[in-house]
């Protein structure tokens, strides 16, 4: 990435400020690739705390992963948030576009086998399949394969380009990349739930901001 060295002392300042800022963060391990992929397919396009929402409700009205497999989109839509939103409909198609293409492969919704070809083919295997998207890739080989990674959700690449963390020019694979460089892989969960949480958090302030303001000026007015 271009100017690397001087992103590189703004994400280490970025990155002493948010361990001061929040809460240690406690390691997550999947153990099965599966759970990993399919709560970074929910949780890719809502906050956090919406995906773990979303996580309980699935749990609850699907008794496996193979009954989420064989299910159709608008149960799994409705099992989601209740409402057919753009996010739910993209969340349900990669579901079992991905699911289908684990059984399709392996006969069975077991990806234990990935944890034995090395990370590297591991990685490549879940990048050729169905319904995977980089942020997916990412997050189930950080987690679940051990590998280093910096899964990136879309507020996080806004956040860093806004905050002018990473070049403007950069591409979501240039930014990972250069993330992966500057972040070791004992703090890459640390670092990217951080990120994560403080990309999530300003768009909430932000709105509340908007909706003070306006409110004050029509007090003036009247």
């Known amino acids: 990435m271009k100017n690397s060295s001087e992103y590189s002392k703004k994400l280490r300042r970025l990155y002493g400020s ?15 690739p599966v759970e990993a992929i399919v ?10 705390r919406a995906a773990q929402t979303a996580m309980k409700r699935l749990a609850e009205n699907f008794i496996d992963f193979n009954d989420l497999r064989v299910s159709r989109s608008e149960e799994i839509i409705e099992a989601l948030v209740g409402e057919n939103t753009p996010e739910a409909k993209q969340i349900a198609s990669s579901l079992t576009k991905v699911l289908a293409a684990i059984f399709n492969r392996y ?10 070809t090395g990370k ?3 990685k ?12 997916v890739v990412d997050y189930s080989v950080l987690t679940a394969l051990h590998g280093h990674a910096i899964p ?12 002018e963390l990473v070049h403007p020019d950069a591409d979501e694979q240039e930014i990972e990349g250069f ?9 890459g969960y640390e ?7 403080q990309s999530e958090l300003r768009k909430g302030r932000g709105k509340t901001t908007r909706k003070k303001k306006t409110k004050t000026k029509k007090t003036k007015k009247q």
Do not use: C
């Not at 490549?124 to 942020?135: A, K, P, Y």
């Not at 990136?152 to 905050?163: A, P, S, V």
């Not at 670092?191 to 949480?197: E, G, M, S």
């Open 152 to 163: 990136l959700t879309g507020k996080m690449l806004e956040y860093l380009r806004d905050n």
């Open 191 to 197: 670092f990217y739930r951080l990120l994560r949480a």
């Open 39 to 48: 709560y970074s397919i929910v949780s890719e396009n809502l906050t956090a």
């Open 179 to 187: 993330l992966t460089r500057q972040i070791p892989a004992r703090n």
């Open 107 to 116: 006969n069975t919704l077991s990806l234990e086998a990935l944890k034995k």
């Open 124 to 135: 490549q295997t879940l990048e050729q399949m169905d319904g995977t998207s980089r942020f």
């Open 18 to 32: 948010l361990k001061r800022k929040y809460p240690k963060v406690q390691p997550v391990t999947h153990d099965d």
């Open 120 to 122: 590297r083919p591991a």
